[in-house]
């Protein structure tokens, strides 16, 4: 799988919107870049994935550059609730999934 | 609630013993996943079962081995156990084998004394 590269960590305040942005410049033409999110003292949650296009659900959008090298997770209105380590993997399917050490988003009133 | 329910949620043993975990993974999903998290190493992929077979392998020691039952739950048994083995340990579930979204249980933490 990809290795991918993520800030630390972000701030945002809560009603705004975030945008959580991933580096994967060695992603293979099959990997799909995977969005997963960690809340404290719970197992991880799948968010959304994509391959080239970009894709929208309940709970985010993704943005995928056209080269496919980087990607950005939008959270359209974060709420104290979002706040989570959010991992960022490139991937063919959900087998040996590689979690790096995300993006802890904070989010404030 | 992701559907994936793992048992025990607390584990505290002795170093040297075996331990066993359980997972039942989301109704109808046939893959089951292991994964575990300490605080130096991070989230780790250990294993994959798919409908009763392994499938994948990853940083899985020699001392612990899984399985998947007929019924799809599997269990993760931990043995000669040492301190470093105290993790949070994740089971996951998805559809088939080739899914790209999986779902995570709660975890089991295991404290090892």
């Known amino acids: 799988d990809a290795k991918t590269t993520q800030p630390n960590s972000m701030e945002s305040n809560e009603e705004e919107p975030v945008h959580l942005p991933c580096n994967h410049s060695?992603?293979?033409?099959?990997?799909?870049i995977h969005w997963y999110r960690q809340l404290p003292s719970q197992g991880p949650e799948y968010v959304i994935h994509g391959l080239t296009s970009n894709v929208n659900n309940r709970m985010a959008s993704l943005a995928i550059a056209e080269d496919r090298k980087s990607s950005t997770l939008i959270l359209h209105r974060a709420t104290l609730r979002d706040a989570a380590v959010y991992y960022c993997i490139g991937n063919d399917t959900a087998s040996k999934l590689t979690f790096g050490t995300g993006t802890r988003l904070q989010v404030t009133l | 609630d992701s559907g994936v329910t793992q048992t025990p949620k607390h584990l505290i043993t002795a170093t040297g013993q075996r331990v066993t975990l359980r997972c039942s993974p989301r109704s109808g999903d046939l893959s089951v996943y292991w994964y575990q998290q300490s605080l130096d190493q991070g989230l780790q992929f250990l294993i994959q079962y798919y409908n009763g077979e392994e499938r994948a392998k990853g940083n899985i020691l020699e001392r612990f081995s899984a399985q998947q039952f007929p019924d799809l739950h599997s269990e993760l048994n931990l043995s000669s156990l040492e301190l470093g083995d105290s993790a949070l340990y994740f089971c996951a579930s998805s559809l088939g084998d080739r899914n790209t979204e999986a779902f995570f249980g709660q975890g089991t933490r295991l404290t090892v004394v």
């Open positions: 060695t992603i293979s033409g099959t990997d799909y």
